[in-house]
């Protein structure tokens, strides 16, 4: 995927999904943060310009989209591009009503994108299925599920009059993706040629994500009985506490045979995709228990989650900014220094 022209990874909409999660959601349970919300949010705002201006400015680079459409598996981080969006919308929508009709304009535009990544999606799923071998799959390919949803997300807020059947069509959809994902994942891991040190990548973790933000569409629409919304709950924490618990075994196998930084502490922008799953399930969590028609036996497990899960987004956002900053601004700097002697 990568090209000698490259100027940006184009896997950095996750940057925009992480960190446009945070604020849509998990910043409100820090009330210390209140009065600096907007300067994180303009800051916010500013990464989002320079890191789609980079993405089109590369779109014109023959060489970068050729390499994205000819791997199927890597033509699935356009999902990033497009969840990351959406994200951005909401967010001025929330803390920028004022621009409703201009961020209306980009929702618009984000749905021809969506669109033209939806025959992508078909095309290079039936590609992997019969040639799954030949393209080691992983995590990436549920971004299609992620960005079919994330459309919902964006769409509900800005056309208040769109048919419920149609995002009953688009939720089905994105719940399709994930089928045909899941089953591409499990085919691959389930041959004994591989490694959790070398094969399993971060991107997994979007095999809870993807199904976190979902549950989240389905809930903003209301689609579904409080019983089966809670049910699909279980499931999305039983596969978050499944894949989360690879993770912990991988990261100690990796800082055995690598060393904190290497193993774990260096930059990688996928990293980011942990981030945005981390936060989705927060804010799935949180939409369920804030809403009244919602509570059962699992609002006390809800509040336990809630209680520290804030700071585990918060937490882990601070670290992998930490991460990009020493990467970005310290080691590249030792790296220049040295080639300059």
């Not at 009065?35 to 310009?49: A, P, Q, S």
């Not at 999902?79 to 929702?107: C, D």
């Not at 945005?276 to 799935?284: L, R, S």
């Amino acid at each position: 995927m990568a090209s000698k022209n490259i100027i940006i990874n184009p896997s950095s909409g996750a940057i925009i999904m992480a960190l446009g999660i945070f604020l849509f959601v998990t910043i409100d349970a820090f009330p210390f943060l209140e009065n600096i919300k907007l300067f994180f949010v303009f800051i916010f705002l500013y990464i989002g310009m320079l890191i789609y201006t980079l993405i089109t400015i590369q779109l014109f680079h023959k060489d970068f989209l050729i390499s994205l459409l000819i791997n199927p598996v890597n033509s699935f981080v356009i999902g990033t591009w497009i969840a990351g969006i959406s994200v951005l919308s909401n967010v001025i929508m929330k803390y920028l009503p004022e621009f409703h009709r201009f961020v209306q304009g980009i929702v618009c535009v984000n749905t021809l994108l969506w669109l033209g990544f939806l025959l992508i999606c078909l095309y290079n799923f039936k590609r992997l299925y019969k040639k799954s071998q030949k393209y080691p799959v992983h995590g990436i390919i549920l971004l299609s599920t992620v960005a079919t949803q994330s459309m919902v997300l964006s769409w509900i807020p800005f056309f208040q009059q769109i048919p419920i059947k149609l995002i009953k069509i688009i939720i089905m959809i994105g719940l399709l993706f994930y089928g045909l994902g899941i089953l591409l994942i499990i085919f691959r891991y389930s041959r004994n040629n591989w490694s959790l040190l070398d094969d399993w990548t971060n991107t997994n973790c979007i095999i809870h994500g993807a199904l976190s933000i979902t549950g989240l569409a389905i809930v903003s629409s209301h689609l579904l009985s409080a019983d089966l919304i809670l049910i699909f709950w279980l499931l999305v924490f039983i596969l978050f506490l499944l894949v989360e618990s690879i993770e912990i075994v991988r990261g100690i196998k990796r800082v055995s045979n690598l060393g904190w930084k290497k193993g774990i502490f260096t930059y990688n922008v996928s990293q980011w995709s942990r981030n945005f799953t981390f936060g989705m399930f927060y804010a799935f969590t949180f939409k369920i228990h804030s809403n009244i028609d919602y509570k059962s036996t699992l609002e006390s497990l809800h509040e336990i989650i809630l209680s520290f899960w804030n700071w585990t987004v918060l937490l882990i956002l601070v670290i992998e900014i930490g991460i990009w900053f020493r990467s970005y601004f310290i080691d590249r700097n030792k790296i220049t220094e040295k080639a300059s002697i």
